[in-house]
């Protein structure tokens, strides 16, 4: 069983920056792939940017060149920088952690872009 916990979510004005992190409760980067995806009132879930066991990554279209996921296996930390954040980005943030038939979920963090 793996736990993960988001933190970092909040209120931040149109064209400001946030941090997300996820600690996860075991060793699940170098054999899970991990990630984050975001659910809109109203919208499906989507996958905003995932990183695998070695290393590469993939985002979302709209997010590209603004967001950067990167993780820390001695934390045991998954982390989302996102810039130049716009209202679209409004949702509630989740972290994911996937492997075969496995997937474990946070609870969810919300990130609200408005001023």
């Known amino acids: 069983q793996v736990q993960l916990v988001e933190f970092g979510g909040g209120l931040v004005q149109p064209g400001g920056s946030l941090r997300l992190s996820c600690a996860a409760s075991?060793?699940?980067?170098?054999?899970?792939?991990t990630g984050w995806y975001r659910q809109a009132p109203g919208k499906q879930r989507e996958l905003v940017a995932r990183?695998?066991?070695?290393?590469?990554?993939n985002y979302l279209d709209s997010v590209k060149c603004r967001f950067i996921i990167s993780r820390d296996n001695v934390k045991n930390t998954l982390y989302l920088q996102m810039n130049s954040l716009n209202p679209e980005d409004t949702a509630v943030y989740y972290c994911?952690?996937?492997?075969?038939?496995?997937?474990?979920w946070g609870q969810g963090t919300q990130v609200t872009v408005s001023s």
């Open positions: 075991g060793s699940v980067f170098s054999t899970y792939v």
């Open positions: 994911n952690a996937a492997k075969g038939s496995l997937s474990y």
């Open positions: 990183i695998f066991g070695g290393g590469s990554t």
